[in-house]
């Protein structure tokens, strides 16, 4: 979250991702993937919310 609200940087979001991933924690992924797809869409970041909404789902 410190990546998305703090740093406002996405890479430090795709690698908390990885990270969850690996671990097998999908419902962490989820809840990572739909924070950060409505914060890009706030942001007008579209391209990164769809992104975002694909990992999501």
């Not at 990885?18 to 993937?33: N, P």
């Amino acid at each position: 979250m410190e990546g998305l609200y703090i740093k406002n940087n996405f890479d430090l979001i795709d690698q908390a991702i990885t990270d969850l991933e690996k671990e097998g924690m999908d419902f962490e992924v989820g809840e990572l993937a739909e924070e950060a797809a409505q914060f890009a869409e706030k942001e007008g970041k579209t391209k990164l919310a769809l992104k975002y909404m694909k990992a999501w789902n």
